[in-house]
Structures are given as structure tokens and as C-alpha cells.
T-cell receptor, first 110, second 110 residues
Framework: NAGVTQTPKFRVLKTGQSMTLLCAQD?????MYWYRQDPGMGLRLIHY???????AKGEVPDGYNVSRLKKQNFLLGLESAAPSQTSVYFC?????????FGPGTRLLVL | QKEVEQDPGPLSVPEGAIVSLNCTYS??????FMWYRQYSRKGPELLMY????GNKEDGRFTAQVDKSSKYISLFIRDSQPSDSATYLC??????????FGAGTQVVVTP
């Protein structure tokens, strides 16, 4: 039982490049989330999903897209990376009463 | 203005002291309140969860919620150097989208 895993752990991009972050959970949770964490800002919700095939915008969705084709996976895409997207990205999945977080992906956009 | 406000610290205490952390929130609909602990370069992990007002104790940790004043507290007794971490409060009105505070960095010195 791995919980929530994220791929990759660290990535450096140039401005304008695209990439996809992968999140996988093995707890059969319906709800999954993508957050970004920046100094002094705490965790901010980017997008979330309440089930396979569904997605919804969170607090800071601009510049990101997501897909939930399979229940266990939640993908976060950056179509054209910008330096403002330099951050640590966390994926989470939830059961009632708690959210389980992955280890994070550190992204640096130059 | 964020719906959950939290002093970022850092908060430095000597080993064995009581750590007192608090947050305020603005949304009267919030009824679930959580504290997460996050070690450096790790994902957040759930420490305590409280529904509505009241106290909850788990070992050295006590969580308090006062809905009349919209105040959330976490107390850590007999603090240890291993308690050094960032502590994030979070709230929501229904399971799904959590609103996080910015996190308070705690340093327990031997």
C-alpha cells in the first residue's frame, strides 16, 4: 500500500515548455486534489476531482489543466510554463475526515 | 483575504515547553477543522481532526475549536526536537475543498 505517489520528484523547465505531473493513489478514493505551496502562501488548491472523469477548478487554476481518466490517477498539465509556476506541487486524495498527501514535486521554471 | 489566517512564525521553544498554535477563520459555514504537520521537503500529514466546537486530545496534542470566536488552537505538551516542523491548520464546510492557513514553523531547541 503506497498511498499517494507523485512523479517526478523534481523538474527544471524553461519558460514556454510543457510538462505533466502524475499522481497515483491506491486507496480507492473518489476525491483527488492538486495544490501548490509557496512560501508564506500555504497550500492553494489548483484543481480537484470528485470522481473518475470529473474535474473542477480550485483557487488558482489559471495556466494548469487536469485530467482524471482513471480513478487512481490525477494528472496536472502545464501547457506553457512560466516562472510564476515555480513551486512545490502536492497531490492529495481524500476519504471522509482526512486528506492524504503525496511527497510533492519541486518545479523550477527558468 | 484568506479564509483561514495563521501566523507564519517561526515559533521557537525550548524542549519540554508547551507549544501553542492558533488560527482564525472567517467562514461561519466551516465545521470541520484540522491540523497538519509538515516536515521539511515532505508532504503534510494529518495530526488532528475536530468536528464543530470543542476539544480533542491525542497523546501530547490537544486541538480546540471555538466557533463563537472563529478560533482554532493546537497545543503540544512536553515538546520534543522531533516536533520541529511546520504546522498547518485547515477548515472546510463539507468534505472536499479544504482552506489552509499559511502554516507556522515551529523550532524546538534541545
Amino acid at each position: 500500500n503506497a498511498g499517494v505517489t507523485q512523479t517526478p520528484k523534481f523538474r527544471v523547465l524553461k519558460t514556454g515548455q510543457s510538462m505533466t505531473l502524475l499522481c497515483a493513489q491506491d486507496m480507492n478514493h473518489e476525491y483527488m486534489y492538486w495544490y501548490r505551496q509557496d512560501p508564506g502562501m500555504g497550500l492553494r488548491l489548483i484543481h480537484y476531482s470528485v470522481g473518475e472523469g470529473t474535474t473542477a477548478k480550485g483557487e488558482v487554476p489559471d495556466g494548469y489543466n487536469v485530467s482524471r481518466l482513471k480513478k487512481q490517477n490525477f494528472l496536472l498539465g502545464l501547457e506553457s510554463a512560466a516562472p510564476s509556476q515555480t513551486s512545490v506541487y502536492f497531490c492529495a486524495s481524500s476519504a471522509p475526515e482526512t486528506q492524504y498527501f503525496g511527497p510533492g514535486t519541486r518545479l523550477l521554471v527558468l | 483575504q484568506k479564509e483561514v489566517e495563521q501566523d507564519p512564525g517561526p515559533l521557537s521553544v525550548p524542549e519540554g515547553a508547551i507549544v501553542s498554535l492558533n488560527c482564525t477563520y472567517s467562514n461561519s459555514a466551516f465545521q470541520y477543522f484540522m491540523w497538519y504537520r509538515q516536515y521539511s521537503r515532505k508532504g503534510p500529514e494529518l495530526l488532528m481532526y475536530t468536528y464543530s466546537s470543542g476539544n480533542k486530545e491525542d497523546g501530547r496534542f490537544t486541538a480546540q475549536v471555538d466557533k463563537s470566536s472563529k478560533y482554532i488552537s493546537l497545543f503540544i505538551r512536553d515538546s520534543q526536537p522531533s516536533d520541529s516542523a511546520t504546522y498547518l491548520c485547515a477548515s472546510t464546510d463539507s468534505w472536499g475543498k479544504l482552506q489552509f492557513g499559511a502554516g507556522t514553523q515551529v523550532v524546538v531547541t534541545p
